[in-house]
């Protein structure tokens, strides 16, 4: 496990150990990117051959992360992007713009590598997938959640649907494409627009059916 969390030396006590050096996690954190990013699957992936890559020595990591499923949850940690900022003017605008970081993610080679690795070991390394899970997936599910109950308030969406099936309904067709199919072609498959024909699509039965005077 990483050492960031670990408690400051007391007043008067000389700190035991090395300072942590920022620019070494960095260097290890690219290094194993970089081993993805050539193909080398998280299996094949040991300390001295990531020490090797990051120019350093083997004590410097186990300084730092106990082993290698900690270190590989910190990977994936630093290679996800930021939450996109939500444009607030509408459940529609909002959800394009979600939709919109994952289909970019998609396209990015880095993450997109990191991606599939996380999900080839889902099975294999439950800690990485428990650390994915709890620090990406869930918070941006849980917004998304948030978003289409607004949007029902706001009258933008049916009120008689379920928002956890709806939520998986948007994000699934991005997944599939992004995540799912190795086979998906970045200028077709992920092309721009991508994301506003997911959810203009869904909408188009998801919206109050307004009642028509004669």
């Known amino acids: 496990m990483s050492l960031a969390d670990s408690p400051a030396a007391a007043p008067g ?3 035991r150990g090395r300072p942590r050096s920022e620019a070494v996690e960095r260097a290890v954190i690219e290094g194993v990117m970089k081993l993805l990013e050539d193909g080398v699957p998280l299996a094949e992936l040991s300390i001295e051959r990531i020490a090797r890559t990051a120019g350093v020595g083997k004590a410097t990591l186990y300084r730092r992360w106990s082993g290698k499923e900690e270190l590989f ?3 994936v940690r630093a290679a996800e992007p930021p939450d996109p900022e ?3 003017t509408s459940m529609r605008d909002d959800l394009v713009a979600l939709l919109e970081q994952l289909r970019q993610r998609g396209v990015m080679t880095r993450t997109s590598v990191l991606l599939h690795n996380v999900f080839a070991q889902m099975k294999s390394s439950p800690k990485v997938w428990a650390a994915y899970h709890a620090s990406v997936v869930r918070p941006r599910r849980q ?3 948030e978003i289409l109950r ?3 308030e706001n009258g933008e969406l049916r009120d008689d649907i379920d ?3 709806v939520t998986d309904l948007f994000v699934g067709p991005m997944l599939l494409r992004t995540v799912m199919r190795h086979d998906a072609d970045v200028e077709t498959d992920l092309s721009e627009g991508l994301s506003e024909r997911i959810v203009d699509t869904l909408l188009e ?3 109050p059916v307004k009642s028509s005077t004669t």
């Open 86 to 88: 939500l444009p607030g």
């Open 143 to 145: 917004l998304q959640i």
């Open 13 to 15: 006590v000389p700190a």
């Open 150 to 152: 607004r949007g029902q």
């Open 205 to 207: 039965g998801l919206r």
């Open 73 to 75: 949850i910190d990977v």
């Open 163 to 165: 928002v956890e099936l």
